[in-house]
T-cell receptor
C-alpha cells in the first residue's frame, strides 16, 4: 500500500513554543491530507482537511490560528501548533488520500507531542 | 445526525473466529472502511467495501449490506498480534470519513 511518513515521531517542548509536524506521501500524490488528534484511549478526532494549494477546512472547535496547516505540494503538508500548552499534548496523526474521492486514506505513523 | 456504532470491546481466543459488527446512519454513503490500530500506533488500512457482499483478504473478511446500514469484519485463525482496536469508518455524501469509536479486541491464549 501507499506510504505516508511523519516527522518528528516524538516532540517534547516547553509551554509557549511552536512545534511543526511534517506529513509526506512517499509514493503517491496526495491531493487531500487530513490531520487528526487522538487523546489516550479515545477515538480519532479529525482536526482539519487540506487540499493542495487551498486553505485548510477546520472542524468545529479547532482553532485555525492555533493549528496552522500548510499543504504546499502534492506530497507535503505541515501542521504547526503555535504557542503550545500542556493541554495540546496528544498524538497527532496525518493521513493522505490520492486523486479520487473514493481513494483510501493512508495514515502516517503519528507524532507524539508532550508540552511541559 | 451521523452515527457509527460498534461494540466497545470484545474478547476472543487464539485460533478462533471473531466478528466485529458496525452499523451506521450517515448522510449519504460512498464506501465503508475498516482500519486496525495497535495501541500507541496510527491506524492501518484493512478493507474497503462500497458494494454489498463479502470481500475476503487472507484471514480478514469484510461484509457490507447498504440496505441495512451494516457491516462486519471477520477475523479467522486469530493470533495474539490481532489484539488491537478495529475502527469502522463510513465515507458520506461529501466524501468525508465518519469514524466509529473503535472496538478493542482482546485475544486470550
Amino acid at each position: 500500500g501507499a506510504v505516508v511518513s511523519q516527522h518528528p515521531s516524538w516532540v517534547i517542548c516547553k509551554s509557549g513554543t511552536s512545534v511543526k509536524i511534517e506529513c509526506r506521501s512517499l509514493d503517491f500524490q496526495a491531493t487531500t491530507m487530513f490531520w487528526y488528534r487522538q487523546f489516550p484511549k479515545q477515538s480519532l478526532m479529525l482536526m482539519a482537511t487540506s487540499n493542495e494549494g487551498s486553505k485548510a477546512t477546520y472542524e468545529q472547535g479547532v482553532e485555525k490560528d492555533k493549528f496552522l496547516i500548510n499543504h504546499a505540494s502534492l506530497t507535503l503538508s505541515t501542521l504547526t501548533v503555535t504557542s503550545a500548552h500542556p493541554e495540546d499534548s496528544s498524538f497527532y496523526i496525518c493521513s493522505a488520500r490520492g486523486g479520487g474521492q473514493t481513494e483510501t486514506q493512508y495514515f502516517g505513523p503519528g507524532t507524539r507531542l508532550l508540552v511541559l | 445526525g451521523q452515527n457509527i456504532d460498534q461494540p466497545t470491546e470484545m474478547t476472543a481466543t487464539e485460533g478462533a473466529i471473531v466478528q466485529i459488527n458496525c452499523t451506521y446512519q450517515t448522510s449519504g454513503f460512498n464506501g465503508l472502511f475498516w482500519y486496525q490500530q495497535h495501541a500507541g500506533e496510527a491506524p492501518t488500512f484493512l478493507s474497503y467495501n462500497v458494494l454489498d457482499g463479502l470481500e475476503e483478504k487472507g484471514r480478514f473478511s469484510s461484509f457490507l449490506s447498504r440496505s441495512k446500514g451494516y457491516s462486519y469484519l471477520l477475523l479467522k485463525e486469530l493470533q495474539m498480534k490481532d489484539s488491537a482496536s478495529y475502527l469502522c469508518a463510513v465515507q458520506d455524501s461529501n466524501y468525508q470519513l465518519i469514524w466509529g469509536a473503535g472496538t478493542k479486541l482482546i485475544i486470550k491464549p
